[in-house]
């Protein structure tokens, strides 16, 4: 069993549609990252997360450590991020990132 | 300020073989942890270094190896390639006492053929 599990694997979303990518987790954690992923590869946090809240621009984060799960969402989407979503999360024990699978988003114009 | 930088961006090489990727940090970073990324799957934890000392392993065999220099910068190394060996490898670096924070480079795609 994953450490991080995420859903959905794909998605893909009409421009302006409002996006939500789900990630649980099954180890204690200092922080989560959520992470945007480009073709070719490079990866940039978006957001890092111990408790509640965090919004940056169209993007908004949620935690809630009780029940070990953070949502991503995406509001007013645009074809612009099409990217790969990966949720990583910084295991308080094992001194290690422990990353999702990632949810491949398509939005089409 | 430059990010975490990595090199070389694409490399193939044949089975066997053995191969060195680099990676510079943030500047004042003393931290560096890489990753292996299978086409299609998450990263995956293959060491972590601070202040040029092993900190952490994943679950990688003995042919994974890796050291970190006094300028902080790193190098993996990969002996006896397998096909299996190929994916993307990440750097990832952290401030110190802040091992939470990463800041990834743009990875060195790695094809064994």
């Known amino acids: 069993k994953n450490e991080v599990e995420q859903s959905p694997q794909n998605l893909t979303a009409q421009e302006g549609e409002f996006i939500t990518i789900n990630c649980s987790y099954s180890?204690?954690?200092?922080?989560l990252h959520w992470l945007q992923q480009h073709p070719g590869g490079g990866i940039v946090s978006l957001f890092m997360?111990?408790?509640g809240k965090k919004k940056h621009g169209r993007l908004i984060a949620t935690i809630n450590i009780q029940e070990k799960h953070s949502s991503l969402h995406i509001t007013a989407s645009h074809p612009r991020d099409s990217a790969v979503y990966i949720c990583?999360?910084?295991?308080?024990?094992?001194?290690?990132?422990?990353f999702g699978t990632g949810t491949s988003l398509t939005v089409i114009p | 300020d430059a990010g975490v930088t990595q090199s070389p961006t694409h490399l193939i090489k044949t089975r066997g073989q053995q191969v060195t990727l680099r990676c510079s940090p943030i500047?004042?970073?003393?931290?560096v942890s890489w990753y292996q990324q299978v086409l299609g799957q998450g990263p995956q934890f293959i060491f972590q270094?601070?202040?040029?000392?092993?900190?952490g392993r994943g679950n990688f065999p003995d042919r994974f190896s890796a050291r970190q220099f006094p300028n902080y910068s790193s190098e993996l190394n990969v002996n006896a390639l397998l096909l299996g060996d190929s994916a993307l490898y990440l750097c990832?670096?952290?401030?110190?006492?802040?091992?939470?924070?990463?800041?990834f480079g743009q990875g060195t795609r790695l094809t064994v053929v």
């Open positions: 990832a670096s952290s401030p110190a006492g802040r091992n939470t924070e990463a800041f």
């Open positions: 997360l111990s408790s």
């Open positions: 990583a999360v910084y295991s308080n024990t094992g001194n290690q990132f422990y």
């Open positions: 500047s004042g970073h003393k931290s």
């Open positions: 180890v204690g954690i200092s922080a």
């Open positions: 270094y601070y202040e040029k000392e092993e900190r």
